[in-house]
């Protein structure tokens, strides 16, 4: 409301002030305006921006998401009834499990071992579930190429995976290795170029959806240093 | 004569220093070099039971490379060494409890994956071994807060500006049975608005527990909205902390933010505010006001 108030009293500061210039004054009166609807549309006011926006916090304990949900108040009447006034339930100790509660009732939270996984790393408890099996890389192995196939001159190209491994760059228009550049003159970007690639050794970008489950972002072929697994 | 030596020694120690200044800013493209070592370089009153561990920026290959670890008097110290590629991480536990004093461990360098990581850097650290064994887990208050931003920076594989989410993590206190900068820190992802039915929390590395209590974490822009963190801190025996119920959440937005003058479309939090366009129309009534100003000045003489 400071902030409105502010907006709206500049211009009149500002006529205080002798700035005679119509146009000028036109667009802070604009401005003011679109201020004060904005800030009253939205309750947005600077440096109290929402969520989503950079530079904002909408940090969350574990009740946030995932988490535990905060219990409503609910007003107790004196007297009434129904109202049990009581103090919270003793901890009953059982064996710890990964679920977001203290079981044994030592004061710690899921307070579990790592668990070693059978292809190397550790699972931990982690927002009451056990994590993942780490791998090796996010999306590829960095600095990796991948093949895929384009609709350029050669229709052939190359995907370089980033640094931080966690996607892979532009399709970049290559020549065609000798073995397939006869199917890429005659088929063009085709199932057929994708599967010679797969013959010849190469990892490449399933584009045809060749093995026929639907996922035409996967790689197919000789992609063991390439792909996270 | 002295004068010109020391003109030298100072011409070596800023070409040291540009050499050096250039290394760390490029980084290499896939190659996978030591990034971290527990314990860290320098590092004093390292328990004697510790297993000491040293992480590769890229996957790598192992091929049985020895990790060599001397005492203070140059004698080796019976270590096995293993490497985990799957968070490429190469241990080496010591056979018998670490005797009291120093202890240097030059951690091998190893071939990358991928064709154009190459061999990375190995390391040499030294760190000095205490006389008690860590014991007891290490305590964790879990992360307390989260902030993001958007970064747009070169890729050294792609050579070209890549996008990231960056999310910057306040790490809660922790505490051990021994100092806390012995202690790693791993970094999950609980929320990942890529994988919606993801089953459960993906590791997203280890760090070094920050002395500013902030790291940074970088994902991949491809979906906005709601991320989630969480960690837990493990000390060199490799006991686990509490502290990963705690999650800290945020919603991400796709760049870009500012979609126009939306006075009347955004709701709240799922539009651009007005903020870029009210701040135009105060730069352009400014240039007005200014021009107003210069026009009403007299002509000087030439």
Redesign the interface.
Known sequence: MLYVMRVVALPFACQAKRCRSAAAMFLLSAVACVSAVACARTGLYPGELGDGEPGSADASGASSMGGVAPVPSTPVTPGSPSTKVSGPAPCQPSPETCNGRDDDCNGAVDDLPAQACPGGGFRFCVAGRMSECPRRCDVCVPGSVRVCENSFCSYWGEQECAADGQGFGNCKEAAPPPECDGVAKQHKNSKELEQCCIDNGYCCLDEHDLDGDGDRAEVLGACGDIVCQ | MKNGLSRVAALATICYGVALAGGVAA?????PDVDLTFPPNQAENVPTNAVLSAHYA??ALYNDEPVDVTDADGNAVAVTATF?????TLRATPSQELVSGHLQIVWPALR??????GVGRGSMTSVLVGSAADEA?P?FSGL???????SRER????D?L?D?FVFKL?VGAAADDLATDLLSL?I?Q??DPSAPE??????LGVRALPADSSIEV???T?QAG?T?F???V?DLV?????G??????????KPP?FAGCA??S?A???GP???G??FS??L???V??R??RLGRQPLRAV
């Open positions: 980084a290499p493209c896939g190659r890229a996957p985990d590629a799957a968070d490429s990358g994956v991928s064709g154009s990581g887990p305590s307390t807060g989260i902030d993001w931003d958007l890729d050294p594989c792609l070209k890549e990231r306040q791993t999950f609980t929320r993801q089953t459960g929390p993906s590791e970088r994902r991949p491809t709601d989630c969480a960690a837990v493990q490799g006991n686990v902390s509490g990963g119920e705690r999650e800290v959440c945020i919603k991400t937005k933010f006075v009347g955004a709240l939090g799922a505010t007005p903020s366009s009210v129309l105060w352009l009534g400014l007005f006001l021009r107003g």
